[in-house]
């Protein structure tokens, strides 16, 4: 009804002014007050809000008189709220109460030494997140051995599930990468080793290189993308929806419930994985040899048993249980970071799939040191 609408009036007061109110100050007729409360000019003179013909007020509109006479403090203005019921003051003041205060951010003026400090922060919390990751690990490995040594006890379901996902489900991907790689080893030795007629030679750098570095290497690379970044992003998913809290709470560890049966699952099918693309790269590179080299299949078998000696597979092979190890561990450790919001999530994904390639290539170059100081 027309009579009820709220009404706003500023009437001068020699230096001061007053502010009338009338009619129902109510959600569903606050949008026709927005231009004139905003109207109202702080100045700095003292304003008197005058709420006796007001009927109704409700917390939208006291949320309104509160932001207004906050505005003219703000300003400078003396402001009183006077004429209005007890009631209707109280519930102004309660709302006003209620809202709450932005408090501008102190920004520290910038000086020669801020990095100093910025760089000393990122030391302590670089130190605190590896003393952090090693008891993660360690928690895992004293996990891993309670398991096989109470296998009646180990979920064999999510293992399963896992190995699944880890493995065959990843199987496509790791042969089309083999192939390729064996591909191009094939064209790029085809083309160097023609310019010295030691094309026969092409056997050897494939079979070597795909065998002892590439095949495992470019595995775990692929397998540190695909599955550690699901572990991270399922694992902090839960921990976002504080399932994980939730197991605590129900006596139940999460490393043995959640992070043993990934990485298990990893330890078990990366190294199968890693034969795979062994196998597919050595196609590869063969096909390549064939049809560059008129290397025939033959040939290239008879060339790779008679020149490849088994310790190269087995060099390649040592290592995938340390990589696997590794990158299952940074997944999960980086899904247990996540600080209960989606974009921590996403950031702590990225994370450990950054930091899981790194770590497998920091400790492929170790092996590497390492068995060239044994001569293998």
Known sequence: MTDGLPKLQVVPEGDARRVELSGALVTEHLAALEIPFAQVDPNGSPVRIDLSALSVIDTGGAWMVAQLRARLLEAGSAVDIVGGAADHIALIDTVAAATPQE????????????WVEALGESVVSGYQSVLSFISFLGQTIAGIVGEL???????????????????????????????????????????????????????????????????????????????????????????????????????????????????????I?????????????????????????????????????????VKHLLVGMIKAPFFALM?????????????????????????????????????????SIFFAQLGV
């Open 103 to 114: 408090e501008p951010e102190d920004v520290e003026a910038a000086h020669r030494w801020t």
């Open 149 to 267: 040594a109470r296998p009646h006890k180990l979920r064999w379901a999510s293992l399963v599930t896992h190995m699944q996902d880890v493995g065959l489900s990843a199987v496509p991907i790791v042969a089309l990468m083999g192939f390729l790689i064996g591909v191009v080893l094939g064209f790029q030795g085809a083309s160097q080793l023609q310019q010295f007629g030691a094309e026969v030679f092409v056997v050897e750098l494939i079979s070597i290189s795909v065998l002892r570095e590439l095949g495992i290497l470019l595995t775990a690379i692929i397998v540190a993308g695909r599955s550690g970044s699901a572990f991270t992003a399922s694992v902090g998913s839960m921990k976002v929806q504080q399932e994980v809290d939730a197991m605590q709470t129900l006596g139940l560890d999460p490393i043995r419930v959640l992070v043993v049966p990934r990485v298990l699952a990893l330890l």
């Open 269 to 309: 099918m990366l190294p199968l994985l890693g034969f795979v693309a062994n196998l597919f790269g050595l196609f590869g590179g063969a096909l390549m040899s064939w049809f560059s080299l008129d290397v025939s299949p033959g040939m290239f078998i008879t060339r790779l048993h008679d020149t490849t000696d």
């Open 327 to 367: 990158i299952g561990v940074v997944a999960c450790w980086q899904a247990f970071q996540v600080q209960g919001s989606s974009t921590s999530v996403g950031r702590r994904t990225t994370q450990s799939v950054v930091q899981g390639i790194f770590l497998v290539i920091a400790i492929d170059a170790l092996f």
